[in-house]
C-alpha cells in the first residue's frame, strides 16, 4: 500500500498526468488540449481548450441517469417548510429559472448578484448562471446596506436575485430595503431585479426594474435552455472577502478546474458516494456553501441538505434529526456551531439514529482540542479538520483517507492535517523567505505556483491586485501567500497559528478590521479607531473597537459611554450588518501608536487578551495601552 506522502509528491511531480486523470470525474464535451498552462506565473490556466459546464456536472448527467434520486433537500426550521428536489425536478427548476435570466437578455459572461436567504431559488439562480455562463456573485444575506453596495459596485451585474426576507431565530430580516438602499448607494445600477416575495415582508416593486420570480416561472416553466458549453477557463463566479484594505476582493473562479477539484475532493477528502446524502451547515454567502452545499456534493451525484435555521432550534437535536431523517453520511459544520451545541444537553446527540453519519468535516476557523474531543466522543465519528480560504475552494490542509491504495492517515487534535494533494505548502520565514523544514519553526504558510485547480484565477477585475496581494509578500519571492502562520510537528502536521495580517476570523466568518474601522468613523461623533480580534470562548474571535471622539464630553458618563456605544454598534449594523458588529467600542483618548505613526493593533490586541505586549520602544504614549487595559478589566472574560 502506498503512503499518502507518495501519493501527494506525485501530484506535484507528475502534475499533469495527476490531473488528466481527476479530470475524467466530470463530463466534457471537447476534452482538454493542455492540462496546465504556466506560461504567465503567477496566474496558471488549467485544462485549457476543454469545454465543459459545472450545471451539466451537478444536475443534468445524474438528471439523464438517475432522474428520481434526491438532489436538494431543503428544510426551513424559520419558516417551518421543506421542498424536496429529485435530479430531474432540479434541473428542471434551473432550466426555468435560466429562462427567466436569458428572457432579460442575460448571457455568458454578464454578472448575477444573488442576494438571498437559504432557499431553494437560491441555488436554482447559482446553478442558472452555471448553465447560461453568467458568473454569479453570491452575497451574505447578513451584509447590509453598504457592504451589498461595494459589491454591487465592483461586480456591476445586469441582474440581482433577491428576496423580501431572510428569517434569523424567527425574526423577520427584510432583504429589499437593504437592498433599494445598497442600489442607490451604488453608482452602477442594475438594470432588473428578481424578487423571491416568501410572503414574509411586503415591499414595493421598483416599476420597470423588479420582476416578480413567481410570476416570472408561471410564464416560462418547461421551457428548455440547453448547457452554454465554457471553455475551463471561462469565469463562473466571483465571492467577495476581506483583506487587509476596506475594499473586499471579488475571488475569481474558473470552470472546468473547479468541477475538477471539487469532484476529487468529494472522493479523496469527504468520502461522498453518489445516492448518499451531504449536509453542510453553511450558507450560500460563503465559499464553504459554494463548494459544498452546492457544487460539490451534487457534482458528486450526492443529495445535498439545504438548511435554513439555527442549530438549536426548535432545539439542539435538530440537525441531528435531519442527519436521522435523510441518512446523511458526510456532514460538514464549523467549530463555533459546535461549541453552541456544546452548551445544550448532550442527550440530543443520543435521541436519534446517527449510524449513517461516516464522518463530521469541521472548518472556516481554529478547532481547539476540547471540541473536537467532545464531539468526536459524543457522536463516535471520526472528525476531521480541514483548513482552507475563500482563495482556494477546496481544502489546502486536512487528511485524505479515501483514495483507494493509499494508507489512511490518522487524525491530530489541533492540527488540520498535511497538505492535500495538488498543493505545494511551503512553511517560510516571514524576514527572510527561507523555507523551514524543521520541527516547530513557525512561519508564513505559503503555496508554491501554479496553484492546484479550483483555486482562484485572479481578483475580479483587477489583475495587478491579484499579484501584488499574494504573490509578492516574501522577500519578493513568487509564492501565493495565504496569510496564515503555521508551524509543523516532526511528522509534517500543520498547525494554524492565526492571520498574519488584519483579519479576523468571528465564528468562522472572515472580516476585514479595517471595514469596521472604516465603518465606525463613519459615524460622526468618531475621530479615530482601531479594531483588533479578541480571542474569545465561543466564536473563537470578537471584534472590539478602540475609538478616540472628537469631543470626549459624549463619553464623560459611563451612560453617555453606554449610549454612544450602542450609537456605533448600529452604524456597522447598518452599513455592513450584524455579522461585523463589534463586541465593545471603547472610548479612549489616544491610541497607542508609534513615534511615525503606526497604529499598534498588535500591542492592543495583546493587553485587551491579557498577554504582554512585547517591545514597545518604539510607542508614543505608553499612558495608551494602559487606557486600554483599565477599560478592558471589567469587559473581557478571561
Ligand atoms: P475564509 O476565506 O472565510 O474561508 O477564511 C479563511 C481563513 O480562515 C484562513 O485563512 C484561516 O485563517 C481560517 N481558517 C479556515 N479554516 C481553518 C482551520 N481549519 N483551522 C484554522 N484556521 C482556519
Given at each position: 500500500?502506498?503512503?499518502?506522502?507518495?501519493?501527494?509528491?506525485?501530484?506535484?511531480?507528475?502534475?499533469?498526468?495527476?490531473?488528466?486523470?481527476?479530470?475524467?470525474?466530470?463530463?466534457?464535451?471537447?476534452?482538454?488540449?493542455?492540462?496546465?498552462?504556466?506560461?504567465?506565473?503567477?496566474?496558471?490556466?488549467?485544462?485549457?481548450?476543454?469545454?465543459?459546464?459545472?450545471?451539466?456536472?451537478?444536475?443534468?448527467?445524474?438528471?439523464?441517469?438517475?432522474?428520481?434520486?434526491?438532489?436538494?433537500?431543503?428544510?426551513?426550521?424559520?419558516?417551518?417548510?421543506?421542498?424536496?428536489?429529485?435530479?430531474?425536478?432540479?434541473?428542471?427548476?434551473?432550466?426555468?429559472?435560466?429562462?427567466?435570466?436569458?428572457?432579460?437578455g442575460v448571457g455568458k459572461g454578464d454578472r448575477v448578484l444573488v442576494y438571498m436567504p437559504m432557499i431553494p431559488e437560491a441555488a436554482f439562480a447559482m446553478l442558472a448562471c452555471a448553465r447560461i455562463g453568467a458568473i454569479h456573485s453570491v452575497v451574505f444575506g447578513g451584509f447590509a446596506?453598504?457592504?451589498?453596495?461595494?459589491?454591487?459596485?465592483?461586480?456591476?451585474?445586469?441582474?440581482?436575485?433577491?428576496?423580501?426576507?431572510?428569517?434569523?431565530?424567527?425574526?423577520?430580516?427584510?432583504?429589499?430595503?437593504?437592498?433599494?438602499?445598497?442600489?442607490?448607494?451604488?453608482?452602477?445600477?442594475?438594470?432588473?431585479?428578481?424578487?423571491?416575495?416568501?410572503?414574509?415582508?411586503?415591499?414595493?416593486p421598483v416599476a420597470g426594474r423588479d420582476l416578480d420570480y413567481a410570476a416570472a416561472r408561471a410564464v416560462l416553466q418547461g421551457t428548455r435552455v440547453p448547457c452554454e458549453w465554457l471553455e475551463s477557463n471561462s469565469p463562473s463566479y466571483t465571492l467577495y472577502t476581506s483583506g487587509t484594505?476596506?475594499?473586499?476582493?471579488?475571488?475569481?473562479?474558473?470552470?472546468?478546474?473547479?468541477?475538477?477539484?471539487?469532484?476529487?475532493?468529494m472522493d479523496y477528502v469527504y468520502g461522498g458516494k453518489a445516492g448518499e446524502t451531504y449536509f453542510s451547515t453553511s450558507d450560500i454567502g460563503w465559499v464553504v456553501g459554494h463548494s459544498y452545499i452546492i457544487y460539490g456534493p451534487l457534482i458528486a451525484g450526492m443529495a445535498t441538505v439545504?438548511?435554513?435555521?439555527?442549530?438549536?432550534?426548535?432545539?439542539?437535536?435538530?440537525?441531528?434529526?435531519?442527519?436521522?431523517?435523510?441518512?446523511?453520511?458526510?456532514?460538514?459544520?464549523?467549530?463555533?456551531?459546535?461549541?453552541?451545541?456544546?452548551?445544550?444537553?448532550?442527550?440530543?446527540?443520543?435521541?436519534?439514529?446517527?449510524?449513517?453519519?461516516?464522518?463530521?468535516?469541521?472548518?472556516?476557523?481554529?478547532?481547539?482540542?476540547?471540541?473536537?474531543?467532545?464531539?468526536?466522543?459524543?457522536?463516535?465519528?471520526?472528525?476531521?479538520?480541514?483548513?482552507?480560504?475563500?482563495?482556494?475552494?477546496?481544502?489546502?490542509?486536512?487528511?485524505?483517507?479515501?483514495?483507494?491504495?493509499?494508507?489512511?492517515?490518522?487524525?491530530?487534535?489541533?492540527?488540520?492535517?498535511?497538505?492535500?494533494?495538488?498543493?505545494?505548502?511551503?512553511?517560510?520565514?516571514?524576514?527572510?523567505?527561507?523555507?523551514?523544514?524543521?520541527?516547530?519553526?513557525?512561519?508564513?504558510?505559503?503555496?508554491?505556483?501554479?496553484?492546484?485547480?479550483?483555486?482562484?484565477?485572479?481578483?475580479?477585475?483587477?489583475?495587478?491586485?491579484?499579484?501584488?496581494?499574494?504573490?509578492?509578500?516574501?522577500?519578493?519571492?513568487?509564492?501565493?501567500?495565504?496569510?496564515?502562520?503555521?508551524?509543523?510537528?516532526?511528522?509534517?502536521?500543520?498547525?494554524?497559528?492565526?492571520?498574519?495580517?488584519?483579519?479576523?476570523?468571528?465564528?468562522?466568518?472572515?472580516?476585514?478590521?479595517?471595514?469596521?474601522?472604516?465603518?465606525?468613523?463613519?459615524?460622526?461623533?468618531?475621530?479615530?479607531?482601531?479594531?483588533?480580534?479578541?480571542?474569545?470562548?465561543?466564536?473563537?474571535?470578537?471584534?472590539?473597537?478602540?475609538?478616540?471622539?472628537?469631543?470626549?464630553?459624549?463619553?464623560?458618563?459611563?451612560?453617555?459611554?453606554?449610549?454612544?456605544?450602542?450609537?456605533?454598534?448600529?452604524?456597522?449594523?447598518?452599513?455592513?450588518?450584524?455579522?461585523?458588529?463589534?463586541?465593545?467600542?471603547?472610548?479612549?483618548?489616544?491610541?497607542?501608536?508609534?513615534?511615525?505613526?503606526?497604529?499598534?493593533?498588535?500591542?492592543?490586541?495583546?493587553?485587551?487578551?491579557?498577554?504582554?505586549?512585547?517591545?514597545?520602544?518604539?510607542?508614543?504614549?505608553?499612558?495608551?495601552?494602559?487606557?486600554?487595559?483599565?477599560?478592558?478589566?471589567?469587559?473581557?472574560?478571561?
Amino acid at each position: 500500500m502506498q503512503t499518502y506522502a507518495d501519493f501527494h509528491r506525485r501530484s506535484l511531480v507528475e502534475r499533469d498526468a495527476f490531473w488528466a486523470e481527476q479530470a475524467q470525474r466530470i463530463d466534457w464535451q471537447t476534452p482538454p488540449q493542455q492540462i496546465c498552462d504556466t506560461s504567465r506565473p503567477p496566474f496558471a490556466r488549467w485544462f485549457v481548450g476543454g469545454t465543459t459546464n459545472l450545471c451539466h456536472n451537478a444536475v443534468d448527467r445524474h438528471a439523464a441517469q438517475r432522474p428520481t434520486d434526491r438532489a436538494l433537500i431543503w428544510v426551513s426550521t424559520e419558516t417551518n417548510q421543506e421542498r424536496i428536489y429529485s435530479f430531474a425536478e432540479l434541473q428542471a427548476e434551473v432550466e426555468c429559472m435560466a429562462a427567466i435570466l436569458r428572457e432579460q437578455g442575460v448571457g455568458k459572461g454578464d454578472r448575477v448578484l444573488v442576494y438571498m436567504p437559504m432557499i431553494p431559488e437560491a441555488a436554482f439562480a447559482m446553478l442558472a448562471c452555471a448553465r447560461i455562463g453568467a458568473i454569479h456573485s453570491v452575497v451574505f444575506g447578513g451584509f447590509a446596506s453598504g457592504s451589498l453596495a461595494t459589491r454591487i459596485e465592483d461586480a456591476t451585474p445586469a441582474l440581482i436575485v433577491s428576496a423580501d426576507a431572510g428569517s434569523r431565530g424567527g425574526k423577520v430580516v427584510p432583504y429589499k430595503p437593504l437592498l433599494d438602499e445598497a442600489i442607490q448607494l451604488s453608482s452602477h445600477k442594475p438594470a432588473k431585479v428578481l424578487m423571491v416575495n416568501r410572503g414574509l415582508a411586503a415591499f414595493e416593486p421598483v416599476a420597470g426594474r423588479d420582476l416578480d420570480y413567481a410570476a416570472a416561472r408561471a410564464v416560462l416553466q418547461g421551457t428548455r435552455v440547453p448547457c452554454e458549453w465554457l471553455e475551463s477557463n471561462s469565469p463562473s463566479y466571483t465571492l467577495y472577502t476581506s483583506g487587509t484594505t476596506g475594499k473586499p476582493k471579488g475571488v475569481q473562479r474558473d470552470t472546468g478546474g473547479y468541477a475538477v477539484a471539487l469532484a476529487a475532493s468529494m472522493d479523496y477528502v469527504y468520502g461522498g458516494k453518489a445516492g448518499e446524502t451531504y449536509f453542510s451547515t453553511s450558507d450560500i454567502g460563503w465559499v464553504v456553501g459554494h463548494s459544498y452545499i452546492i457544487y460539490g456534493p451534487l457534482i458528486a451525484g450526492m443529495a445535498t441538505v439545504m438548511y435554513e435555521g439555527l442549530p438549536i432550534q426548535p432545539d439542539a437535536g435538530v440537525w441531528w434529526s435531519l442527519v436521522e431523517r435523510f441518512k446523511v453520511t458526510v456532514m460538514f459544520s464549523a467549530p463555533t456551531a459546535v461549541r453552541v451545541l456544546k452548551k445544550h444537553d448532550p442527550a440530543y446527540l443520543k435521541k436519534y439514529d446517527l449510524s449513517s453519519l461516516r464522518a463530521l468535516f469541521l472548518a472556516g476557523e481554529p478547532l481547539d482540542e476540547p471540541t473536537a474531543r467532545w464531539i468526536s466522543e459524543s457522536l463516535g465519528v471520526p472528525i476531521v479538520d480541514n483548513y482552507w480560504q475563500t482563495e482556494t475552494g477546496w481544502p489546502l490542509l486536512s487528511v485524505a483517507n479515501h483514495i483507494p491504495g493509499v494508507a489512511p492517515m490518522p487524525t491530530r487534535f489541533g492540527s488540520p492535517g498535511v497538505p492535500m494533494f495538488g498543493y505545494d505548502v511551503r512553511l517560510l520565514d516571514e524576514n527572510t523567505g527561507l523555507e523551514l523544514t524543521g520541527a516547530d519553526q513557525k512561519g508564513v504558510l505559503t503555496i508554491r505556483y501554479p496553484l492546484p485547480p479550483g483555486c482562484l484565477q485572479t481578483v475580479w477585475g483587477d489583475d495587478e491586485r491579484f499579484v501584488r496581494t499574494y504573490w509578492t509578500g516574501i522577500s519578493g519571492q513568487q509564492v501565493y501567500s495565504t496569510f496564515d502562520w503555521g508551524v509543523r510537528d516532526a511528522d509534517g502536521y500543520t498547525f494554524i497559528l492565526g492571520r498574519t495580517d488584519d483579519v479576523i476570523n468571528v465564528a468562522g466568518h472572515r472580516l476585514g478590521t479595517r471595514e469596521i474601522e472604516e465603518s465606525i468613523s463613519s459615524h460622526p461623533a468618531v475621530a479615530e479607531v482601531a479594531v483588533v480580534g479578541v480571542a474569545d470562548q465561543l466564536k473563537g474571535q470578537v471584534a472590539l473597537a478602540f475609538a478616540v471622539l472628537r469631543d470626549a464630553s459624549r463619553a464623560a458618563t459611563p451612560e453617555l459611554a453606554k449610549a454612544l456605544e450602542a450609537e456605533v454598534m448600529k452604524v456597522v449594523d447598518g452599513q455592513l450588518g450584524a455579522v461585523a458588529r463589534p463586541a465593545r467600542v471603547l472610548f479612549v483618548s489616544v491610541l497607542p501608536k508609534t513615534r511615525s505613526g503606526k497604529l499598534l493593533r498588535r500591542a492592543l490586541q495583546a493587553v485587551a487578551e491579557g498577554r504582554d505586549p512585547g517591545d514597545l520602544t518604539t510607542i508614543d504614549d505608553p499612558s495608551a495601552l494602559a487606557q486600554a487595559k483599565a477599560l478592558l478589566a471589567p469587559a473581557v472574560p478571561a
